[in-house]
């Protein structure tokens, strides 16, 4: 492992993006998510489709149905300068 080179980031994620993927991930359903987290299916959709924004209430709250911390949601392609992901 000399020559370590960190991934090109490919791809960039809306924040929308970012929910529908962990919601997938987790194989939940958006009624499934609605149902855990009190927002509405439709809500969920339009949050999903970048229609309506996320917004940092339910970012926290989305974030702990889907087990993950809020800015990852809020900041789908933030990355700390001069770190390399591991």
């Not at 929308?16 to 009624?31: A, D, K, P, T």
């Amino acid at each position: 492992m000399k020559e370590y080179r960190p991934a090109k980031k490919r791809i960039t994620v809306s924040v929308g993006e970012s929910v529908r993927i962990l919601r997938e991930l987790q194989e939940l359903s958006q009624s499934r998510l609605a149902r855990l987290t009190g927002i509405p299916q439709a809500t969920i959709s339009a949050i999903e489709n970048d229609r309506v924004r996320l917004g940092v209430e339910r970012a926290k709250v989305l974030a702990k149905a889907l087990k993950c911390h809020p800015g990852v949601l809020v900041f789908p392609g933030w990355e700390l300068p001069g770190k390399v992901a591991a």
